[in-house]
């Protein structure tokens, strides 16, 4: 990776795994200043006492001292309550399912952290260990978010809020690289544990506790019913919508049927489940969203009220499909969304994300769904306007 002209002392994330090292490393390789910064986002320790980024930051401190950068320990941990965490309570209270990942990113890694970069530590432009890749800069001065080389780890859906001012500032030196290059340029860098190191999943603030032990800590548990949506039998209970997801199996007690959400009720808590992973109750193939986040431009039919065709997803290890997108009208910043075939479990609180050829245009969030494919075959026999009325 050539110097980049006119940056020189980068500030490259480091979270204790292979990716940001090696973007740190191929920094450094390129002639560039590089500092290390480790985020600490949270620091509340799992059910067996274990602060579960301990071992993170011993990591990123080996990665540092292996190659010869300064090393940074930055809390973020007041800014990731106000902005992100206190967000997803409220939306999990309300029954939706957020994404952290993409609010962490938006609030955290490229807002607070690109801040702290600049103003405290001089720097010209931050780094991560993100495989994602950004366009040279237009005759505007606008920059475009691309797909990663590796398109199973690409992880654009995680960057679909970030702003236009913090994607100007940030390399991805790993963007363009398979994850099996990743590891090689690490065990040849010296950071052989940390190309061994398995990576990290789930949420950074549940560690390795149960989501429904975990959320009792913050919200009072609701009980109500769980509901065949076929037939309208109470089939079981439960302690809130708050813990659950649509398209979650329930593993109902007493029950031989695997049931599945596939709707909830915000005022009762009450939650219709259908019978079997694949039920048409938990497919739909359109939905409302809010204003959507353009990274660096708009397509241009929507200014007009138009018709746009894009690809979308809502989850990273979802293939892209072909949708339709529309603003409802010129007065308010709601769109419809139409995929090119059916989804199972579009949620709302998740973020739709939308491309176009290699470039992550951006994304919005999704607001409410239309008909299941159970309803639209069934318009008579559906119990959801009975049960939720």
């Not at 994602?132 to 005759?139: C, E, G, I, L, P």
């Not at 199973?152 to 236009?164: A, G, N, P, R, Y």
């Not at 040849?188 to 560690?207: P, Q, T, V």
């Not at 809010?290 to 660096?296: F, L, R, V």
Request: glycine share 6%; net charge negative.
């Amino acid at each position: 990776m050539a110097l980049m002209s006119g940056i020189r002392r980068i500030v490259c994330g480091i979270s204790g795994g292979v990716d940001s090292a090696v973007a740190a490393f191929l920094l450094k390789q390129s002639g560039h200043e590089v500092h290390g910064l480790y985020m600490r986002n949270w620091d509340v320790s799992d059910e067996a006492g274990r602060c579960t980024a301990d071992q993170d930051v011993e990591d990123a401190k080996f990665v540092c001292r292996q190659l010869q950068i300064p090393f940074h320990d930055v809390n973020f941990v007041k800014e990731y309550w106000n902005d992100v965490f206190s967000y997803l309570i409220h939306e999990y209270e309300n029954g939706r399912t957020p994404n952290p990942d993409i609010l962490c990113n938006k609030h955290i890694k490229f807002d607070a952290f690109l801040e702290y970069a600049c103003s405290e530590l001089k720097s010209d432009a931050i780094a991560t260990g993100h495989y994602a890749r950004r366009s040279n800069m237009d005759a505007d001065g606008g920059v475009k978010l691309l797909k990663a080389e590796d398109t199973v780890k690409d992880q654009t859906l995680f960057l679909s809020q970030i702003s236009q001012d913090a994607l100007r500032k940030t390399l991805f030196p790993v963007g363009g690289l398979a994850k099996s290059a990743v590891k090689a340029i690490a065990v040849d860098a010296g950071l052989k544990k940390i190309a061994r190191k398995k990576e990290s999943m789930g949420i950074c603030f549940i560690g390795s506790r149960n989501f429904h032990s975990f959320i009792e800590e913050y919200l009072e548990p609701r009980p109500a019913k769980f509901i065949d949506i076929e037939d309208g039998r109470i089939v079981g209970f439960h302690k809130g919508i708050h813990y659950w997801t649509l398209g979650q199996a329930c593993h109902i007690p007493g029950q031989k049927q695997r049931y599945f959400v596939a709707d909830k009720n915000i005022q009762t808590h009450d939650i219709l489940v259908a019978p079997g992973t694949n039920h048409p109750a938990l497919f739909t193939d359109s939905f409302m969203t809010g204003a959507p986040h353009w990274i660096h431009k708009a397509p241009p039919d929507l200014q007009n009220l138009g018709t746009v065709t894009l690809d979308f997803r809502f989850q990273h290890k979802h293939p892209l499909i072909p949708c339709t997108i529309s603003r409802m009208s010129a007065l308010c910043d709601s769109f419809h969304v139409t995929l090119s075939q059916p989804m199972r479990a579009i949620t709302p609180g998740q973020f739709a994300v939308f491309y176009s050829d290699e470039e992550c245009l951006g994304s919005a969030q999704i607001e409410t769904l239309g008909p299941s494919l159970y309803s639209l075959n069934f318009k008579d026999e559906v119990l959801l306007p009975k049960v939720f009325s």
